[in-house]
T-cell receptor, first 115, second 114 residues
């Protein structure tokens, strides 16, 4: 496909379990972002990967959250010991060259529900 | 650090009326500015962006925005809205030490009534 692909689209998990969310960016895009969208919280930045540079992890809310990007392509966001407040839509986006102002293309998101 | 403020959380409007969605940003350096739209149960889609040059930017679906440096604003406008414009609109900024990090406003829900 031509767009950013995220899987799963929906995930229901029990409190305390670990979850992995996957993002396939657009081919050739060097930048990849994760955002979290909660009701009343807008879009919260989580982490940003740009090429081979160290990722900007400044938005990760706690050490239970981590992300990696393998081979400069696919990314996985991992949430350990999930809590109910982690329930949200997790959005992934990719961009060709953000320094030049190219826009970020967003996936459809993964809706995470922690019960 | 930069921040983006969308001044209205909800804007109701009648079909064919004009609309303005307000956005202010704060940054001590130059920024790129974006407006995204999110239709119900869908991802975000770019409406328009400002990088430099002309302060009036035209986007898709008849939307336009004007960059005002002195007022640090980037308001979105449409002269005549349609029912199909009902969606949530997000203003975003990138710049400073990291042009890659998009900072979003809280969003404005535009509801167009018949």
């Amino acid at each position: 496909g031509a767009g950013v692909s995220q899987s799963p689209s929906n995930k229901v998990t029990e409190k305390g379990k670990d979850v992995e969310l996957r993002c396939d960016p657009i081919s050739g895009h060097t930048a990849l972002y994760w955002y979290r969208q909660s009701l009343g919280q807008g879009l919260e930045f989580l982490i940003y990967f740009q090429g081979n540079s160290a990722p900007d992890k400044s938005g990760l809310p706690s050490d239970r959250f981590s992300a990696e990007r393998t081979g400069g392509s696919v990314s996985t966001l991992t949430i350990q010991r999930t809590q109910q407040e982690d329930s949200a839509v997790y959005l992934c986006a990719s961009s060709l060259d953000p320094g030049a102002g190219t826009e970020a293309f967003f996936g459809q998101g993964t809706r995470l529900t922690v019960v | 650090a930069q921040s983006v403020t969308q001044l209205d959380s909800q804007v109701p409007v009648f079909e064919e009326a004009p609309v303005e969605l307000r956005c202010n940003y704060s940054s001590s350096v130059s920024v790129y500015l974006f407006w995204y739209v999110q239709y119900p149960n869908q991802g975000l889609q770019l409406l328009l962006k400002y990088l430099s040059g002309s302060t009036l930017v035209k986007g898709i679906n008849g939307f336009e925005a004007e960059f005002n440096k002195s007022q640090t604003s980037f308001h979105l406008r449409k002269p005549s809205v349609h029912i199909s414009d009902t969606a949530e609109y997000f203003c975003a900024a990138a710049g400073g030490t990291s042009y890659g990090k998009l900072t979003f406003g809280q969003g404005t829900i535009l509801t167009v009534h018949p």
